[in-house]
């Protein structure tokens, strides 16, 4: 598998990866705010997101917008294809999209809003924490976003206070351990190939029969 920073080679997948985030939002019923082929194209065209691919195949994607000049990222858009899930995938593409974010600008908060376990668990692995929406940017343009979300009413009864996303925060000053794995980029890169190693593993066609056999609850794990 590869993952990649986004250029124009990942230009034909783009049809995928807006109908895929349609279909997740829909199949979960809950909101998610629209991304037009405009805009996802420009982000991958201007290397401002992170394409998965095997074999030539679309396998995920997620893209970072800046916030409040600067002053604030978003690592948004994540989308794994239905097929590689519960794999690690999302894991190495966060990983790598919040490497990029971090070496683009190196003095800006990185945040998220999410309703899923999933990125919760790989937003606190990076050093996120959750944080109330008055700690995120203030910018009208982000929360404007919103309004496509099924949830939008929510938000302003609560006067963007809160929502049914948990908001979550890495404020690079309070990181400083932490971001010493970030920080380096070898041994960011000697991370990312272990967890690819591990990715193969975890789906080599043996593995996943010795899975099969001993553990049906792991059965997320097998392709
Ligand atoms: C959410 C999504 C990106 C996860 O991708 P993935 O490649 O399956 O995630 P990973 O395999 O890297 O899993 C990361 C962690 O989340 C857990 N996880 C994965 N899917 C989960 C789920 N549906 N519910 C709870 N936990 C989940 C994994 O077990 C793993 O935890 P661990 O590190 O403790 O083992 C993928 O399911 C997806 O594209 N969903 C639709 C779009 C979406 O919800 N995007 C997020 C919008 S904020």
């Not at 692995?125 to 008055?134: A, E, M, N, Q, R």
């Not at 351990?177 to 980029?185: D, G, K, M, R």
């Not at 041994?187 to 049906?216: G, L």
Request: charge should be neutral; include cysteine; charged fraction near 25%.
């Amino acid at each position: 598998m590869e993952i990649e920073i986004s250029s124009c080679k990942h230009l034909m997948y783009v049809s995928e990866i807006q109908q895929e985030m349609y279909d997740s939002a829909q199949r979960r019923g809950t909101g998610i705010a629209k991304r037009s082929i405009e805009y996802l194209t420009q982000k991958i065209s201007d290397g401002n997101a992170v394409v998965a691919t095997e074999n030539g195949e679309w396998v995920g994607f997620c893209y970072i917008e800046t916030w409040s000049h600067g002053q604030f990222v978003a690592n948004s858009g994540l989308i794994v294809s239905p097929n590689f899930r519960n794999k690690g995938v999302a894991t190495l593409i966060k990983n790598k999209v919040f490497q990029l974010s971090r070496n683009k600008y190196p003095d800006a908060k990185i945040f998220g809003l999410t309703t899923g376990l999933a990125v919760m668990k790989i937003n606190s692995d990076l050093g996120y924490k959750p944080v109330i929406y008055s700690e995120l940017t203030q910018d009208e343009e982000f929360w404007n976003g919103c309004k496509n979300c099924v949830n939008y009413e929510i938000l302003i009864k609560k006067e963007r206070k809160n929502c049914l996303c948990t908001a979550m925060l890495f404020v690079p000053q309070n990181n400083k351990v932490n971001e010493a794995v970030n920080q380096s980029e070898n041994e960011f890169n000697h991370k990312i190939s272990q967890e690819e190693h591990k990715y193969t593993i975890q789906n080599s066609p043996e593995t996943n029969n010795n899975k099969k056999e001993t553990d049906e609850k792991e059965s997320h794990l097998s392709v």
